[in-house]
């Protein structure tokens, strides 16, 4: 019996050591604080000596104004924009809980332009990637966005009125651009003030 008590304690020392040896390697298994907090939808675990939270959702975004308006033939009106898309998201942590990249995967199933005032509607597809890399980690503010993909807005009977097809690399808000190729009326039209950028399109919401 007491060669049985003996060899049990060991077994529990080594399961301690070895527990404690875990968490040592991998700090988020003791539960580190991660910079900045990932999303709710996201679930961590630890990876080498870092962190990688990974999760995926279904966002969908109610009829509300797109953040532009149309000026046509004299009339101008606000554009509304309605959505719903899969959205696959991840995190990288280093071994002190800063975020040093991440990238977003959004598919989007329904998407729409309305000019409510007159019933009129530009349906749109859109596929994107995002992947952001931080210069400082755990700050977003110091990311290098770079954002590929398209998106096609094609009212029922027609040619498309709006393209977004290509690559751009930015700051994380797009107010910066550092490079650009391929055809982007948005970028066009916010960043560059070229207001004939979404004439097609406004047209086909008058």
Do not use: W
């Amino acid at each position: 019996m007491k060669l049985l008590r003996i060899t049990c304690s060991l077994v529990v020392l080594l399961l301690s050591l070895v527990a404690f040896a875990f968490v040592a390697v991998h700090p988020a298994a003791a539960q580190q604080t991660l910079n900045p907090p990932p999303p709710s939808f996201e679930t961590c675990k630890a990876v080498g000596n870092g962190t990688i939270c990974q999760g995926a959702r279904t966002v969908t975004d109610p009829l509300a104004d797109a953040g532009f308006a149309c000026t046509t033939a004299g009339s101008t009106f606000e554009v509304f924009n309605a959505d719903q898309f899969d959205q696959h998201a991840t995190r990288f942590y280093d071994q002190n809980g800063n975020l040093t990249r991440r990238s977003i995967y959004d598919n989007y199933s329904f998407g729409q332009f309305s000019n409510p005032q007159a019933g009129t509607v530009v349906p749109y597809t859109q596929v994107g990637n995002e992947k952001d890399t931080l210069a400082v980690p755990g700050d977003l503010s110091s990311a290098t966005a770079q954002f590929t993909g398209e998106s096609i807005f094609k009212p029922a009977q027609g040619a498309p009125v709006a393209l977004q097809v290509g690559r751009i690399v930015s700051n994380l808000d797009q107010t910066i651009i550092l490079f650009e190729k391929g055809l982007d009326a948005f970028t066009d039209y916010f960043v560059e003030g070229d207001t004939s950028a979404l004439a097609a399109l406004c047209a086909a919401l008058s």
